[in-house]
């Protein structure tokens, strides 16, 4: 039986993070991924606000950085699209990173690495045991590894949660999503020739609860799209579903001028849940030896679907707590750094649903409400600090209704 500090399960943004900083902390650090290489493909949207670099120390963006996006091209239903620049509060260009997630998941695995994490690839872990003194966990070779302390950072369908009875009544989101390749893009110009510069594009209304997207890599386009959904759908539900994102997905390329025969067979159209913050199910075993961060956590933005920064953000918070044998507040400080933003997404978010088409008249295509993403994203305003001033302005569509 190996011996650890602390084991990370799953080598995705979380866990990778997580990994790194306990490894930086001079904890004896065990990371674990079921991929038997790396890097290995994920296929997501991809956005990262810049505003990521002032919460996590030693991110270098040389090292994972494909464009960085300044602009919202909105639209309805493939029309009346509006182009907006994403601004500070002193009127400079709001960033957004756009990244591939092979490369950036590599980025910082290495980082772990460098810092003396061990790696274990191609090993799917299958059972782990918590009592008040540590952790085993249980690999498919066989193999035993005993820890103080276990992050679950697998995902969305991770088995850590399950084994030691977290997260059991998720709340899911589905999204489908392709990357799309395009020829002769370059650092310096790397835009696709019939897209705006430098823009994300958003398209609400052909998907209920959720929206349509393309966003920009070197080279690359990932279109998807997304919904909310109030509860599991049926194998059938899912087929429906699924028919809806694709319908989407095509729309949004339609209304970007680009033909629908990009998503041909020659073209892998992923699917993924999506695991919605609820806000009161537990992310600390009883024992606090186990934690759970990034997707495992159900740490995505409910309004925006975002979950890259939170999934970063939580593996350092955790370290943190494992560096100092706190991890009894852990849960605690989550709520306290994500709850009031999260919960305040997710009220904005059943407003704009209600009504989303007058929702986005008033408020989307303002280009006052692009400015508001940037300061979101830029770090200058928080959204629960906001909630009131998108209440009071989308609430008469609600209430002429």
Known sequence: MSVWDVIVVGSGPAGATCAWKCAESGLKTLLIDRN??????????????????????????????????????????????????????????????????????????????????????????????????????TTDDGNVHRSRYVVGADGAK????????????????????????YENATPENPWHPQLEKAACYLDYGTVKNGYAWIFPKLGILSVGAGMLTPKKPTPAGLNTVGITLLNAMKTQLTSAGLSTDLLGTDIKIWAHPIPYWTGNEPIVDGTCRVLLVGDAAGLVQPLFGEGIQYAVRSGAQAARHIAADTVSSYADSIKLMFGGEFDAANRVAKLFHRTPYLSYKLGVKNPAGTKLVGRLMSGDLHLEGIEQRIMDRLRPSVTTR
């Not at 493909?41 to 810049?50: A, L």
């Not at 090993?123 to 540590?134: F, S």
């Not at 997260?167 to 989101?173: E, F, I, M, S």
Request: some cysteine; overall charge positive.
């Open 36 to 137: 038997a290489t790396f890097p290995r493909y994920k296929p997501c949207g991809g956005g990262i606000p810049v505003s990521l670099q002032n919460h996590v120390s030693g991110l270098n963006p040389d090292g994972f950085l494909e464009t960085t996006v300044t602009h919202l091209r909105h639209s309805w239903k493939g029309k009346d699209p509006v182009l907006a620049p994403m601004l500070t509060a002193d009127d400079k260009p709001s960033e957004v990173w756009m990244v591939m997630r092979p490369k950036f998941d590599h980025y910082l695995q290495t980082r772990a690495e460098s810092e003396g994490a061990t790696v274990i690839l191609g090993a799917r872990v299958m059972q782990v045991e918590a009592d008040t003194t540590g952790v085993n966990v």
């Open 158 to 181: 991770g088995v850590v949660g399950s084994r030691v009875g977290l997260r059991l009544n998720k709340r899911w989101g589905i999204a489908r999503e392709a990357e799309i390749p």
